[in-house]
């Protein structure tokens, strides 16, 4: 069986083609370098029932990923639940809400074990000796259960003022975890030095062409679980920015090889206030994303100041009818109880961003509210807990007694019912 | 399609039968109940092929759970990833290791997750208005996710001195939490008076007999991940005992229905040292479980000082040909750093404790070293943290300097490479 439909790298800016090696720039304009297939022979060798038939992992879409031979590290990630959620929908005042629920992604709980079983599996294939990356948290957990798993030796560069869980959650893997004082810019600007220097693979550096690439299962899932349907809109987290554009990669390629029936989808962007570089260029009409500086919000993960992507996301929301919206830290902790109460989902604050930024695109009619959306939930709650500390009535603590038990009941009776963030 | 091949409760006791109620001891004997199912009629009814057809949820054995129509609650529960852990059968001497891995759960990160889809389900059925748990945590966090997820009103009751993640991983779903001042089985037993008092469904009293079942999917899967074989050797964590019984029922099931071949198959039991009330009695070759009324272990979800089926897990390990062991503090610690830095698998306390007494069961010979084992990872790691705050090294904190960084590394190399536990 072909297995290989994956030729080349190419620039996004000047189409030159290049061979796929451990590069992620083009030597003439420093245009990024993405994955060629070959669609034509993958429309031909490539069915739902085929898809259908294979075992539920992201690998399932194996031809649409740009590795040489069989994946070998990450071989279970992915095939995560797309949840319908109509009691989120009724909160939303909209008809009909899905969530592609990563929280519970295999085995770190985030999106980013996608993009790592693409890229550690690659690094294999190329030979290295030891697998890196520059991350906000959730890649360098990745990163580091990944390479765990198969005995690759890693190293995981980080802000240094990182979640306490993050930092654990990489630390009890083994792998060697660097703090870098400073933001997340700072920190990929030394990872790119040191990916120039080190023969190591940098999954987000110089393996960026093929980790990128991960996130398109997220999109193949979501399009399979409706039914082989495109969502007529999907809101999506932005940090670099990689996330939304691949997702919109992934609904053309499955238009393009005849696996869904091609309709509009409108691909909305949702970031932090604290840190909106790509909103703000969205709603000043602008593609020149300016750098946040001093990123200042509670969504750590999408911290990114100099979104390396930021121009083809914009680029992608409005060619698709999308738009961009950012939320304040109090808005993110609402997103979060929100989609809790009413899912039984606890997302990390992320995906407090993605729901509080598409409740705001509900109520300015920017998403129609008699249609349909997919909301990406990247993260689990637990990873950043800190911030609901103080924000959450604590447990009341009675004796083990039936009469205190009574007398909390009947306290009780006298609230109001179960009360929903949006309906309170 | 016949759906339901469940016509009965009976006493494990005296085999009376009774009505499908919210009932859960026998009247004449206080046997445990339990329920029936047709299985000749399963197994007419059932295959492989069957099976495989249908979603990759704990559903697909709807046949052997204990509903009468389809499930409303927890549709997308289980099917979990089963992880062939190659490195980690190096580090234990063994032939053949797999993890069944729950901390991947949906939604809530645990085992739980699957007794209480059934258990909520069935008390819709029911029509209960309110439903609630006892509970060391897991139960808590799963009952309050998945009723918040179809808007049932909910109570969680658990030991006022449980982990910070996991008191917040029920609070966060708008559930009413209740600290319960004194050890679980204090929280226990009042759950019982509140049972007998108000017309709530307590997933783990009134209805027992069908939230108990649920456990039953996890065996079911691991056959099924295993290519349809029953595994030699099964390591299951110990609370009440429940999981364990019920893994070894599911195992006996697919050999009635035909879905399996018959082989012998060991089950074995792990508590912790701290509260090891099964594993004690295993040692002193009696049936009669001494309470532990002071339980001192950091595997809190384990820390049942009076399990309500010790008796029959004793019985289960026996006849299988099985064994018990216990784990002290820092083995429970060290087991989960094993399995982190082995496996990529970032377990809580509880499967701390199933991997560090596998390894115990190894070395003693009573799992053979040339024979494969199935390691039952129920819940996740970021639930209890903090018992790994102090034991792991903290991060280095460089400048964001490639001169510092090369420091770092070069100071790297004089050290051992990447260590790993068991070599270490």
Redesign the interface.
Known sequence: MQLEFFSHLRCRECGRLYPKEAIHVCEWDFGPLEAVYDYEAIRRHISRDRIESRP?TMWRYREFLPLEGEPSVGT?VG???L?RAD?LAKALGVREVYVK?D???????SFKDRVVAVSLSRAREMGFPVVACASTGNLANSV????????L?SYVL?P?DLE??K???S????S???????PYD??N??CS??AG??RWAFVNVNLRPYYAEGSKTMGFEIVEQLGWRLPAHTVIPMASGSLLTKIAKSYREMIDTELVEKRPFAIHGAQASGCNPITDAFRKDTELVRPVSKPQTIAKSLAIGTPADGYYAIQTIRKSGGAAEDASDPEIVEG??LL???????AETAGGVTVACARKLIDSGKIPKDESLVLCITG????T?EV??GV??S????????RE?DR??SS?INRA????RSEG
């Open positions: 539920p279970q095939f995560t639940p949840v009691r629920n929280t519970v992604n295999y085995p770190t709980l580091a259960a990944n390479a765990a798993s198969v005995g030796e980080i240094a306490a869980s930092v654990l959650g630390l009890v893997y083994g060697r975890v660097i703090g870098i004082r400073g700072k920190v600007r030394l030095e040191i220097k080190y979060i109880r809790a109460e009413t899912t039984g989902i606890f689990h709650g637990l990873k807990a609901l500390s959450l009535d447990p009341r603590v009675i004796d083990p007694s039936l038990f909390l009941v009780d019912p179960l009360p929903t």
